[in-house]
């Protein structure tokens, strides 16, 4: 059942919920412009990346990334009426352990990543394997926008309006083979722009796994904006997933990888400590980390001297869209 809290802001519209309406109102032409030329605009855009001045009409905010609209998805789950995380939060305290391993490090270290050209090779038991641009992935479907609720295994959560598209768009393209179980992403290891691999925080590449039908499922997003505009280095730019039922780490960043296997993947976290990172990872308040308590969480934004803990959903509020998945699996043995 989805729980609803009393502080999810239902009753009246808050600052960014307006803000955001007016924003909406002034992206009207692109967003007709992405729904007819797919995504010239924004592929425009891309290709000056650095040097482009971000039009005032399609951000809140004063900012030099391009601009990335998507339509509103209408996809059940897709839209959380929850307050949004202010940008500056979700861009400036990261998880993203190539630029170091306190919150602030990404912000400030992953201007180095370079992310054009960039290429997404999809390998193994797959009938079509193909290396994807990173602008054949734009094209490839309609950018939509997706409010969702992230939360991260450490405790903290947030709510993003990412910009992408499901990623069973892209496995359909592909054609996986009939004995694929499950996908494999694996992201970018360049020790020479990413200063912490090579530490020996983690076993690198971070790679992540998905069984087929977690992957095929329509709210796993495949991710190449947030608020609008493409997406930040620190958030796992030019392209990353986004599974939103799931802790923040299975959602793998700056992908350059995508492999369908017969085998479970060995996972960056399940590697570093299998008894604290299951393959599964579902947000799940009833079974605890073996460390700290999962049955609660603190809402980035919201650490003032008296902001309460909220508590954890499960399956982080998806459980009407994805409980399914998991009838029948004990999931204190498959966390
Ligand atoms: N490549 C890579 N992807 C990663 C991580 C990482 O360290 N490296 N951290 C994960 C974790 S623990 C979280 S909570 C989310 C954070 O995403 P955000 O910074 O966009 O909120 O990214 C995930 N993806
Ligand atoms: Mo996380």
Same mark, same amino acid.
């Given at each position: 059942m989805l729980?609803?809290?009393s502080?999810? #802001?239902?009753?009246?519209?808050?600052?960014?919920?307006?803000?955001?309406?007016? !924003?909406?109102? #002034?992206?009207?032409?692109?967003?007709?412009? *992405?729904?007819?030329? !797919?995504?010239?605009?924004?592929?425009?855009?891309w290709a000056s990346r650095e040097? +482009?001045? +971000?039009?005032?009409?399609?951000?809140?905010? =004063?900012?030099?990334?391009?601009?990335? =609209?998507?339509?509103?998805?209408?996809?059940?789950?897709? !839209?959380t009426m929850e307050k949004l995380t202010d940008y500056k939060d979700a861009s400036s305290y990261n998880n993203f352990y190539e630029f170091g391993t306190d919150k602030a490090d990404p912000a400030k270290n992953a201007h180095t990543l370079k992310t054009s =050209?960039?290429?997404v090779e999809i390998e193994g038991l797959v009938k079509k394997p193909a290396r994807y641009t990173l602008e054949d992935l734009l094209k490839l479907s309609a950018q939509e926008e997706r409010i969702y609720r992230m939360r991260c295994v450490e405790g903290w959560s947030m709510v993003? =309006?990412?910009v992408g598209y499901s990623l069973s768009e892209l496995i359909r393209k592909v054609e996986p083979l009939g004995n694929a179980r499950y996908v494999e992403f694996v992201t970018q290891a360049d020790p020479k722009t990413m200063p912490f691999v090579g530490s020996r925080v983690l076993d690198w590449p971070y790679v992540e796994g998905l069984r087929m039908d977690?992957? *095929?499922?329509?709210?796993?997003?495949?991710?190449?904006? *947030?608020? #609008?505009?493409?997406l930040p280095n620190q958030n796992g730019a030019p392209v990353r997933l986004v599974v939103p039922w799931k802790y923040g780490?299975?959602?793998?960043?700056?992908?350059?990888?995508?492999r369908f296997t017969d085998k479970l993947p060995a996972t960056a976290w399940n590697k570093a400590a299998a008894n604290e990172y299951g393959f599964f990872s579902n947000v799940n308040p009833n079974v605890d980390h073996p460390r700290w308590s999962q049955g609660t969480?603190?809402?980035?934004?919201?650490d003032g001297l008296f902001a309460k803990k909220r508590k954890t959903l499960m399956f982080n509020g998806y459980e009407a869209q994805v409980g399914q998945l998991y009838a029948g699996m004990d999931l204190k043995k498959n966390y």
């Open positions: 729980i609803k809290t502080r999810d #802001g239902f009753c009246h519209p808050l600052a960014s919920e307006i803000t955001s309406q007016r !924003v909406y109102a #002034g992206r009207r032409d692109l967003i007709k412009l *992405m729904a007819t030329g !797919v995504a010239g605009a924004a592929l425009a855009s040097s +482009q001045a +971000q039009s005032a009409t399609l951000t809140p905010r =004063p900012g030099k990334l391009a601009a990335l =609209p998507g339509v509103k998805s209408s996809l059940a789950g897709a !839209v =050209p960039w290429t993003i =309006p990412w977690e992957a *095929m499922h329509p709210l796993t997003l495949l991710t190449f904006g *947030m608020y #609008g505009e493409v780490f299975k959602s793998g960043k700056s992908l350059v990888k995508i969480e603190r809402r980035i934004g919201e």
